[in-house]
């Protein structure tokens, strides 16, 4: 692995059009992708470690004693290293491999909550939030409901900047208050939250979960720093490929998880009592893995450790500031919660906006049909309860959301919010 001053120096010294060849769809295409927080592009050496595993020594890990599975178990190992390192967790046990971000929230819940949750427990989240980090937790409730338990969702406020008001938060805290949930980079407003208001001010019994899907590979993140005990992770937002997830559990949850997926390879024992957990992370990755995806993901990370994180953070910074100035003359725009209403100067490659006289669906198919392609309508967002967003939303509200990568340009935003000045110029 190079060192962290060499990947800078890599990373400085990249013409826009070199880094656009390493990703194909990109160097083949005359359109301008402004949809990185759905999706990232695939560089060059992710599609080849997808292609190579289906092409060459195919084979299962964890199973065989023959080279070619003794040697995907080997390299899978080490990708869990490097993972652990990458997102700062302390152990590589803390790192489980899953299907996705859903995939890892609904572990939390059911691996966690089912077991560890009492008559009367609460959970505090935000409802404006992605529905990943909503929808699990009023299943886990319902669930729970059904077999006599009944805890209570607390939800709390986000702040015009886009970021959890830890003031609410605060506020809301019981003696019975067991997890909060946050979004670490907001999906819509681009708002980070990191929680630190609330440091020393907790219970240090009650757990911290973040949802990192897109905040990993966009910015730096260190899952000790957060305080996290459970972090979320999606692959496919971090240059890898559909279909994979990160979980992180801090260790001092291990002895409070129950089985995820028991079966096949789950580490699990049987006695005349029923299951016996075994060792994480085993104990969360019943079944064959995603081995291409996992393999895909190691090459992602090396491609985000060229670049440098904190260089890409840099670049989606300068990108969000020169959008956001673009777009601020415009009349009848409004910008959502965000770094738009942030007291600093912030942006973290997520930007979301209305425009009056079109629709946001409309106005994303004019903007397509012109070459740019952005993110419109609810984003995942379910329906937000009065007051959630500092007292300014009442509800879901479609809109147009920009995001950006490493792979975008100033040049790029310039002709875009140009062509948002025309049309909304044209709609007037």
Sequence with gaps: MRSHASRADFSRTQAPADIRKLFPALAESTEIYLDSAATTQKPLPVIETIHRYHSSRTANAGRGTYPWATGLTTRLNRIRERTAAFIGAQHPDEVVFTG????????????????????????????????????????????????????????????????????????????????????????????????????????????????????????????TELGADFAIFAAHK????????????????????????????????????????????????????????????GSALEVLESFDIGAIEEHNRELTLRLIDGLRPIRG??????????????GYGITSFTLDGISATDLGFVLSELGFLVRTGLHCTVAIQDGAVGGRLAEAEDSVRVSTHIYNTADEIDRFTQCVTTIAEEVR
Excluded at 160 to 165: H, Q, V
Excluded at 262 to 288: D, F, Q, R
């Design 100 to 223: 996705g971000a859903t995939a890892a929230l609904n572990a939390v819940t059911l691996s966690w909550g089912l077991a560890a949750l009492a008559d009367g427990d609460e959970i505090l989240y935000s409802p404006a939030d992605h529905a990943s980090n909503v929808h699990p937790w009023h299943h886990l409730r319902g669930l729970l409901a059904r077999f006599g338990r009944r805890i209570e969702l607390v939800p709390y406020r986000v702040t015009g900047d886009g970021e959890a008001d830890t003031a609410d938060i605060l506020a809301k805290v019981t003696p019975r208050t067991r997890l909060i949930t946050a979004s670490h980079l907001h999906h819509v407003y681009g708002g980070l939250t990191t929680l630190a208001p609330l440091r020393g001010r907790l219970d240090p019994a009650i757990l911290l979960c973040f949802d990192c899907s897109q905040s990993g590979g966009h910015v730096p993140v260190d899952v």
């Design 238 to 297: 971090m240059f890898g490929a559909p279909g994979t997830g990160i979980l992180y559990c801090h260790r001092r949850v291990h002895a409070s998880l129950v089985p995820f997926l028991p079966g096949g390879n789950s580490g699990v024992l049987v006695s005349e009592a029923g299951l016996i957990p075994g060792a994480m992370p085993a104990l969360l990755e019943g079944g064959t893995h995603n081995i291409p995806g996992i393999l895909a993901l």
């Design 333 to 346: 725009l409004d910008f959502l919660p965000g770094p738009a209403y942030a007291p600093s100067a912030v």
